[in-house]
């Protein structure tokens, strides 16, 4: 098979509707081989594609890096140098597809968590647009989901509190999400500024692409942030 054919072949498996069935078919072809097609996805129109390509790059460079961990950093750097200006392109997905590596790949997590957290410092690698902004927050609350030490330990919760003031609505309802699985407490005042907001805000979460609204996404934070005291 070519590669144009693999990749219209996989374009139309991510297309589909269930996650699990795409990730166990994915999963019977070498690693190596589906790598460029995600890449592609990454950074698809069809939103269904994209998170689908997301959740998948995850489990596929985790498996890469079972076999040879140089590979799967050859990956993440790929990804960290397409949000880079001298890359001369804008980085879609990548903030996203890392922050799901991470979450598959403990080791790959201890490396690169800190890279995340980075994208969201004005001291660091930060990024300026709302749309990478949004997949930033998004990665720091996919990662407190499944490794909130290492977001505590590089203070994403603190870093979290700018993005509740966004002009930006989704950067706004995700960085909500995230202090709420964080237990950022110093968020709980501005949460409490975002609950009547019903602005909408489409999330991917558990492997599900939602509708739901700012306010929503503040009062499920409190509420999270309630049952921690």
Not at 93 to 120: D, F, K, R, T
Not at 175 to 183: E, F, T, V
Request: with cysteine.
């Amino acid at each position: 098979m070519s590669g144009m054919e693999l990749k219209r072949r996989l374009v139309r498996l991510l297309a589909s509707d269930d996650i699990e069935i795409i990730l166990a078919e994915l999963a019977q072809l070498p690693p190596a081989t589906v790598l460029n097609p995600l890449f592609a996805g990454i950074v698809h129109g069809n939103e269904t594609i994209r998170w689908h390509a997301i959740t998948a790059m995850g489990q596929t460079v985790a498996t890469l890096a079972a076999a040879n961990m140089e590979t799967a950093r050859v990956v993440m750097r790929r990804l960290m140098w397409s949000l880079n200006d001298e890359s001369g392109g804008i980085g879609w997905g990548a903030p996203e597809a890392l922050a799901e590596i991470m979450a598959c790949h403990a080791a790959l997590a201890e490396e690169y968590a800190h890279i995340l957290v980075s994208y969201m410092r004005e001291d660091g690698n930060f990024l300026e647009l709302p749309a990478l902004q949004r997949g930033v927050v998004w990665g720091v609350g996919r990662l407190a989901r499944v490794r909130p030490q290492l977001m505590t330990n590089w203070r994403a919760g603190f870093y979290l509190l700018a993005y509740l003031e966004s002009r930006d609505a989704a950067v706004q309802g995700l960085a909500a999400w995230a202090a709420g699985l964080l237990g950022t407490k110093e968020a709980e005042q501005p949460l409490r500024q975002l609950v009547d907001d019903e602005r909408q805000v489409r999330h991917y979460d558990n492997r599900c692409l939602v509708l739901t609204s700012v306010g929503e996404l503040a009062r499920q934070a409190l509420q999270l942030l309630a049952a921690r005291k």
